[in-house]
């Protein structure tokens, strides 16, 4: 009898990837479908979401060359955060897909602000409850029933089942992941409550594939549909970070940081919000510094070659701030904060290990502000983005931050999804 597999579908900006594991968490395989990009106009950024699905199906006929699709025991699907369409009872799409980056609805927003707490996911014109607000005041078919995210709608159709969300997918949505239900406040908006999903644990069974899907799609009739997750929410599962104190820094073009927590924690006014994981939750915000601050003074290929020259067991002395720009939101909230990467030494490399130095330093303010906003203390941190690769800047981030530093073996929101799938939830 074949193992079972557990099969992570990630609706990506790029790909629909699928990664399907073993019962032990071992990859059985990882294949793409890649997606166009969206129809862009101004702030309207949209997609057919017939598109998606035929990538999903592309996708699933190229895993199953390499595996068996039959022994297939469970299924969790990811897809882009705030990403909204509306549907009829059957889950037919009465809209576009509203992709992510979407920010037409700057009036919906203006609305929203006015009545959403500060620390509701609900807040910005890309909110799935701008984009929702903005298609219905456009006028909607009466047979509008749903208003689903993304991966929402693919995993429905694999069950054959729609009305329903997770607690991250609806976030931005404006569910209360604290209170655990829909507030008051959004029936003020005048949202009809039927067109909200109901709100599933990450993890938590849906229901069995539709019969008729699975044998179509040469699926085990048996396959457990789960609820998902977001993309980000599922490339952070996929680091393994699993105990309170785990953090994860994203080391890309700018500077993001992610904390386990036993509690909420919210800073508006710092961009600091929380996405919950069952019991726990996952704190977090984003520095403007990162790799653009780098890029402002040398290239990837002249990095590379400083790399070799610095000593990361000798501190510089030099107390940097790097920034592309003036203006910084977390750990300091301070539209004005100007760059500091004075005084310039003569030797480049010098100069380098300081701007590391200098974002390390950050990465390190930002984790006890989370701290003094009542995270818990930071154990270990896991690295991801391109940053990641530097071991030199690993072993500076090691000394500054004094705790464990290590790079993740795989970021794949796919594998993440193919985690949650296994464990049946997000721990």
Not at 49 to 73: H, N
Not at 330 to 354: H, M, W
Not at 384 to 411: C, F, Q, S, Y
Request: proline content about 7%; glycine content about 12%.
């Amino acid at each position: 009898m074949a193992q079972p597999l557990f099969l992570g579908i990630d609706v990506g900006t790029s790909a629909v990837r699928g990664c399907a594991l073993g019962a032990a968490g071992q990859v059985a395989g990882m294949t793409a479908a890649p997606l166009p990009a969206p129809r862009q106009q101004g702030a309207a950024i949209d997609q057919e979401p017939a598109i998606w699905w035929e990538a999903v199906t592309r996708m699933l006929r190229e895993l199953g060359r390499s595996l068996d699709l039959g022994a297939v025991a469970r299924i969790a699907v990811d897809g882009t955060s705030g990403t909204l369409l509306l549907t009829d009872e059957t889950g037919a799409p009465l809209s576009t897909g509203l992709m992510y980056n979407d920010a037409r609805a700057a009036d919906e927003a203006a609305r929203i602000k006015a009545l959403a707490p500060p620390e509701s996911g609900a807040h910005g014109a890309s909110s799935a409850l701008a984009k929702l607000l903005h298609l219905l005041r456009e006028g909607g078919d009466a047979r509008v029933r749903h208003a689903i995210h993304q991966a929402d709608w693919i995993a429905g159709r694999l069950a054959g089942r729609f009305g329903w969300s997770d607690e991250n997918n609806a976030l931005k949505l404006g569910y209360d992941p604290v209170t655990r239900r829909w507030p008051d406040w959004i029936d003020r908006l005048e949202v009809p409550r039927h067109l909200l999903p109901d709100v599933l644990v990450p993890g938590a069974l849906v229901g069995r594939i539709d019969p008729a899907m699975a044998g179509t799609l040469g699926l085990s009739p048996a396959v457990e549909i789960r609820a998902g997750t977001t993309d980000g929410v599922a490339a952070f599962i996929a680091t393994r970070a699993s105990e309170v104190g785990d953090a994860v820094t994203s080391l890309g073009t700018t500077l993001v940081v992610k904390l386990l927590s036993e509690r909420p924690i919210f800073a508006p006014a710092q961009g600091v919000y929380s996405h919950r994981l069952g019991d726990r939750w996952l704190a977090g915000g984003a520095s403007n510094s990162g790799g653009t601050a780098l890029l402002a003074h040398f290239t990837a290929g002249q990095m590379e070659a400083l790399t070799a020259r610095i000593d990361p067991a000798r501190p510089t002395g030099l107390d940097y701030y790097p920034l592309p720009k003036p203006g910084e939101r977390f750990p300091i909230a301070d539209a004005a904060l100007p760059p500091r990467v004075t005084p310039r030494p003569s030797d480049d490399a010098v100069f380098f290990q300081g701007l590391l130095e200098g974002i390390a330093a950050i990465e390190a303010l930002a984790y006890r502000r989370l701290e003094e906003l009542g995270a818990p203390s930071l154990k270990r941190v896991i690295s991801v983005g391109g940053g990641a690769k530097n071991e030199a800047w690993t072993k500076i981030r090691r000394r500054v931050l004094g705790v464990p530093v290590e790079t993740a073996e795989t970021t794949e929101a796919g594998f993440g999804a193919a985690l949650l799938a296994l464990r049946g939830g997000p721990a």
